[in-house]
């Protein structure tokens, strides 16, 4: 996985002051939050239902060696093909073989995150076979070149003239003089296009939100229909997930789909929700003549058992970047992974190294909004801050931070010379501060005073406040 | 060793797992073959008129549009009538199914009816659900020889038949109805599950139907 996430500083810069990604992610802000809300108070059973999907997934999780046996072995026995991959270059090539050997030269795909994860895209085109992303989201983004700033709505980071502007550069065999001010003109544009190319298309290549034991099915969640014309229309599906996308039963899989949607949209449910078991049958009238399934390991089965192994419990609804106060100011982009928000912080560093990703943990303020806000109750904030110490522990953290952290530690350390430290920081921060109420600067702390002021103590410490307070009690 | 046989021996090693250990295997089956439901909101579970007017409602709610017939045989009278209300062609596309070709299409006759798989050009097609779930308007579809999936995502309306006995409450009781069908651990092909028409908000958050899918969804419910 190619990252950038080393220059997230530089990159969250650039974002802040990007008027069209400031614009658009205002829409992150009102409306992803608010829909959520509003679906997940209409369900009581909501709480509930979080924790029955958490138990689930722990207890798939723990027996996901058998899990995978058994779904194996119902794939086969409807039909279809089962293919290992253990690294993303062993996925891409498994993909390109199928491509080669079925002689495609074009390929629809559904959403993937999976997809994006292993870069698959360059891969087929490097080969001479064109892929062609159905989703609308993802379908610009790849006219832009660009990786998804968003789990489930990957071009959130644009406005609608960026689109307007992208089509008008692509689409040039259509009338220079038409109207795409709106977004209802510009999906019209999409739709009539991608529906040429549905219907010419060689290979589907789709993800999966879950992989079913108990029936060998996969299933997708889509709300566009564009996932199920890649699946449908030609003649080769190629399902491409994750191990920990195993799930034992039907029921299972309903009750996290009760939490899925209305935790990312705030859709009581998606539009389309569909299960696909193996190809074509004698006699039907439509769907693949061959059906493939690629498992991707990718690193994943050695988070099992570790620190991280909670974060295999992700549904990639996208509700923790939604809320992250973080996310929402820098956009998806700035992470410099496909992966973003609060789960690219945790699992970013997971697939591509402490080393390269150190940064991703740290650009949080451990609100805890996104754990509070997770469908698999993830505890991200705790996950993030073991990557912080692991990087610490390797000496990855920068001089300052370390030098900074062994002073705190020995000031902590020692309870007398802490007392008096902030008596006299808190006494004098006072003594200036108390005509204003606030610093506009303050020596050494101009990564915060160059954004804020900094709010000026009222003149006691903590410790001189419980004593009085206990004296009055 | 194959990729298959190295992730498994990793995931078994990063569980502290072995292959052999008959106690986990006997937990996977058991799970496996009782397939344990799990919390079932109390939304759904409703007597069948109110349960059948939640449907609806929830239906309607995600901008499909709903109507009632009280036999099988007011079915094509019934799709004439929403056909000419919406201004739409009076023609469809539907599957060589029993249950909706054996209906008296003879009472419309203005009405030009093709069978068979979709190739994008019907503006509206009919298929008839196995299932509906009243907690969230869904419908419930299986492809099969006389079930082509192509008519339920290349129209631009697309009218589905459900029979109000066969609307239950939650998914769990459509998966029952699967199973009675196709056996325990199996399923046909395709199981869609359709919750309204197709959208996107891909484009500045604004909620716009009719992305790839059909722009309209039109449930009769029969009985």
């Not at chain 1, 798939?60 to 194996?72: K, R």
């Not at chain 1, 074509?280 to 089965?301: A, M």
């Not at chain 2, 199914?97 to 019907?122: E, H």
Request: aromatic content about 6%; proline content about 6%.
């Amino acid at each position: 996985m190619e990252i950038t996430s080393p220059q997230f500083k530089q990159n969250s810069r650039r974002a802040m002051q990007d008027p069209n990604l400031q614009k658009a992610m205002g829409y992150v802000r009102t409306g992803f939050i608010e829909r959520r809300r509003i679906a997940v108070e209409g369900l009581p059973e909501f709480d509930r239902l979080r924790d029955s999907a958490r138990d689930i997934k722990n207890h798939t999780l723990a027996h996901l060696d058998l899990y995978l046996e058994a779904y194996e072995t119902k794939v086969r026995g409807a039909g279809g093909e089962v293919h290992y991959a253990e690294t993303a270059a062993d996925a891409r090539d498994l993909i390109l073989g199928i491509c080669q050997r079925t002689g495609a030269r074009t390929v629809t795909k559904g959403k993937s995150m999976v997809s994006e994860e292993i870069e698959l895209n360059d891969h087929l085109e490097a080969n001479g076979i064109q892929p062609i992303e159905t989703d609308l989201g993802e379908y610009i983004i790849q006219l832009r070149g660009e990786p998804p700033s968003h789990l489930i709505a990957p071009a959130v980071h644009l406005t609608k003239e960026q689109v307007e502007a992208d089509f008008r550069r692509v689409h040039t065999h259509l009338p220079a003089d038409r109207d795409l001010s709106e977004p209802t003109t510009l999906l019209a544009e999409a739709r009539a296009i991608l529906r040429e190319r549905f219907l010419a298309s060689d290979v589907g290549i789709t993800g999966a939100n879950f992989l079913i034991a108990e029936t060998g099915t996969s299933v997708i969640v889509t709300n566009e229909g564009n996932g199920d014309l890649s699946q449908l229309l030609p003649k080769v599906h190629i399902v491409l997930a994750t191990i920990e996308k195993i799930t034992p039963t039907l029921e299972d899989v309903s009750q996290i789909l009760r939490v899925l949607a209305r935790s990312g949209t705030g859709q009581d449910l998606s539009v389309y929700t569909t299960f696909s078991t193996g190809p074509r049958r004698p006699g039907d009238p439509d769907g693949p003549e061959e059906y493939h399934v690629v498992i991707l390991d990718n690193g994943r089965s050695s988070m099992l058992g570790s620190d991280f192994q909670d974060m295999l419990r992700c549904i990639r609804c996208g509700a923790c970047m939604n809320h992250c106060p973080v996310y929402q100011e820098v956009g998806g982009h700035s992470y410099g992974s496909v992966y973003a928000g609060p789960m690219g912080a945790v699992l970013t560093p997971s697939l591509a190294g402490i080393d390269k990703a150190g940064h991703l943990p740290n650009a949080s303020t451990f609100c805890g909004r996104c754990e509070s806000v997770c469908p698999m109750h993830i505890p991200l904030p705790k996950m993030m801050r073991h990557w912080r110490e692991r990087e610490f522990e390797r000496h990855l953290s920068p001089k300052t931070v370390r030098w900074g952290l062994g002073v705190w530690a020995f000031v902590a350390r020692h309870p007398r010379l802490y007392r008096l430290a902030t008596k006299l920081a808190i006494g004098t921060l006072y003594k200036f501060g108390k005509l204003k109420g606030r610093f506009r600067r303050v020596p050494f702390a101009g990564g915060w005073t160059r954004h804020r002021d900094l709010p000026a103590p009222q003149g006691k410490t903590f410790h001189e406040l419980l004593a009085e307070r206990k004296r009055a009690a | 060793m194959s990729a298959r046989d190295a992730i498994l021996s990793r995931i078994r090693t990063s569980l502290g797992a072995t292959a052999g250990d008959a106690g986990r295997r006997a937990i996977v089956i058991s799970r496996l073959d009782n397939a344990p439901r799990g919390v079932i909101p109390a939304r759904g579970q409703l007597p069948t008129e109110e349960r059948i007017a939640l449907f609806s409602a929830m239906a309607e709610k995600v901008s499909a549009s709903v109507s009632r017939v009280a036999t099988d045989d007011a079915l094509p009278e019934a799709v004439a009538t929403f056909l000419r209300d919406t201004n739409l062609p009076a023609a469809i596309r539907m599957g060589n199914d029993p249950r909706l070709r054996g209906l008296p299409w003879y009472r419309v006759p203005q009405l030009a009816i093709a069978f068979g798989p979709s190739d994008g050009s019907d503006m509206v097609t009919l298929s008839h659900a196995v299932a509906g779930v009243a907690e969230t308007g869904t419908l419930v579809l299986t492809s099969g020889p006389d079930n082509p999936s192509t008519l339920n995502f290349l129209p631009d309306t697309h009218i589905v038949a459900v029979r109000a006995a066969e609307i239950a409450g939650d998914y769990e009781s459509a998966w029952g109805v699967i199973r009675a069908r196709y056996g325990k651990g199996e399923m046909p092909r395709t199981v869609n599950l359709i919750t309204g028409p197709s959208r996107s908000a891909d484009i500045e958050q604004t909620l716009l139907l009719g992305a790839h899918g059909p722009r309209r969804v039109h449930i009769v419910i029969v009985g």
